[in-house]
């Protein structure tokens, strides 16, 4: 059963990561997407998830500073090595996406408020958390409308997307919080597979397409390991791996449903108001800094509690 469990908690992570870092990003259908890119995608998430929830339990991560640096590796690692966008636009490249999104937006937010949310007693903070997201979201998808390789979605089809996608991780958090119930404990010989395909993709992909990624992935994740490496010496608490598990309040997944209501509404009201607001941009000045910011704060923690 336990091994069961974690195979079910590494898929439905991977969902929750595609949910918030692909699908709320894109915030639409894209001419070129297919049910087979979106398994595709899943895949290559759920493997990442794989590498963060080991990270999060081999160093017994309860507490969030950590949790920022586990979850930069999960961004550098999406963004660093299955694509190659950390590199594109040095320095700022490797918080947008990896730090400013992936960390802070798809873990600290969706990874973990979110599932402390559901697994906390009702409460109007909670449906305020999810409409909070939701309007954000919104926000976010009038943006394309301005870019060349963007789009305009129509309402209808805008609806149709977010409240699917949003299904289906509703299902998902309802899953992960299931099978966190069971530590999270891989096999080593799984662990040693895995960690082979990434080694072996960075080798013959990554590398030869941004040979710069040869010395500077390795030292952004060796920074992450250094912030973490004591971690498990003083930590008396479960890893967030167990700890995220709770009761299942009803209420609280019905509540999720403001987080798609609330973005519908917003987009709504943009396009009837015909909005031309670049709000990308507004997200790039703001989470950018944020994102070199909170690694900074994190590591530092971390190497204070090395010593």
Same mark, same amino acid.
């Given at each position: 059963?336990?091994?069961?469990?974690?195979?079910?908690? &590494?898929?439905?992570?991977?969902?929750?990561? =595609?949910?918030?870092?692909?699908? $709320?990003?894109?915030?639409?259908?894209?001419?070129?997407d297919s049910?087979?890119?979106?398994?595709?995608?899943?895949?290559? !998430?759920?493997?990442? %998830?794989? *590498?963060?929830?080991? $990270? =999060?339990?081999?160093?017994?991560?309860?507490?969030?500073?950590? $949790?920022?640096?586990?979850?930069?590796?999960?961004?550098?690692?999406?963004?660093?090595?299955? &694509?190659? /966008?950390? !590199?594109?636009?040095?320095?700022?490249?490797?918080?947008? +996406?990896?730090?400013?999104? @992936?960390?802070?937006?798809?873990?600290?937010?969706?990874?973990?408020? *979110?599932?402390?949310?559901?697994?906390?007693?009702?409460? $109007? #903070?909670?449906?305020?958390?999810?409409?909070?997201?939701?309007?954000?979201?919104?926000?976010?998808?009038?943006?394309?409308?301005?870019?060349?390789?963007?789009? =305009?979605a129509t309402?209808?089809?805008?609806?149709?997307?977010?409240?699917?996608?949003?299904?289906?991780?509703?299902?998902?958090?309802?899953? %992960?919080?299931?099978?966190?119930?069971?530590?999270?404990?891989?096999?080593?010989?799984? /662990?040693?597979?895995?960690? %082979?395909?990434?080694?072996? !993709?960075?080798?013959?992909?990554t590398v030869? &397409? +941004?040979?710069?990624?040869?010395?500077?992935?390795?030292?952004?994740?060796?920074?992450?390991?250094?912030?973490? #490496?004591?971690?498990?010496?003083?930590?008396?608490?479960?890893?967030?791996?167990?700890?995220?598990?709770?009761?299942? @309040?009803?209420?609280?997944?019905?509540?999720?449903?403001?987080?798609?209501? /609330?973005?519908?509404? *917003?987009?709504?009201?943009?396009?009837?108001?015909?909005?031309?607001?670049?709000?990308?941009?507004?997200? !790039?000045?703001?989470? /950018?800094?944020?994102?070199? =910011?909170?690694?900074?704060?994190?590591?530092?923690?971390?190497?204070?509690?090395?010593?």
């Amino acid at each position: 059963m336990r091994i069961f469990k974690n195979i079910l908690l &590494v898929l439905a992570t991977g969902y929750i990561f =595609v949910y918030f870092s692909e699908h $709320l990003f894109w915030a639409r259908i894209r001419p070129d997407d297919s049910l087979q890119n979106w398994i595709s995608a899943w895949i290559a !998430y759920s493997l990442a %998830a794989f *590498v963060f929830l080991s $990270l =999060v339990s081999k160093f017994k991560i309860a507490d969030r500073w950590p $949790l920022f640096l586990a979850a930069s590796a999960f961004g550098w690692l999406t963004e660093g090595l299955i &694509v190659q /966008t950390t !590199y594109e636009s040095l320095p700022l490249s490797i918080s947008f +996406t990896g730090l400013a999104w @992936h960390a802070l937006i798809s873990v600290w937010m969706g990874w973990y408020a *979110v599932r402390r949310a559901l697994t906390s007693p009702p409460s $109007l #903070r909670t449906l305020g958390l999810f409409a909070a997201i939701g309007a954000g979201y919104g926000l976010w998808a009038i943006c394309w409308w301005l870019e060349p390789d963007g789009g =305009v979605a129509t309402l209808g089809e805008f609806s149709t997307f977010t409240l699917t996608i949003s299904a289906l991780v509703t299902l998902a958090y309802a899953l %992960a919080n299931w099978s966190a119930s069971e530590p999270f404990a891989p096999n080593r010989w799984v /662990t040693g597979i895995i960690a %082979a395909v990434f080694v072996l !993709y960075f080798a013959f992909v990554t590398v030869p &397409v +941004t040979p710069i990624a040869l010395l500077l992935l390795p030292l952004l994740l060796g920074l992450v390991y250094f912030g973490l #490496r004591r971690n498990p010496q003083w930590e008396t608490r479960e890893p967030l791996t167990t700890a995220l598990h709770g009761r299942f @309040h009803p209420l609280n997944y019905l509540a999720f449903s403001a987080l798609p209501l /609330t973005a519908i509404i *917003v987009y709504a009201t943009a396009e009837a108001l015909r909005l031309q607001w670049q709000t990308n941009w507004i997200l !790039y000045l703001i989470t /950018t800094p944020l994102g070199f =910011v909170l690694f900074g704060i994190a590591l530092v923690k971390g190497m204070r509690a090395s010593l």
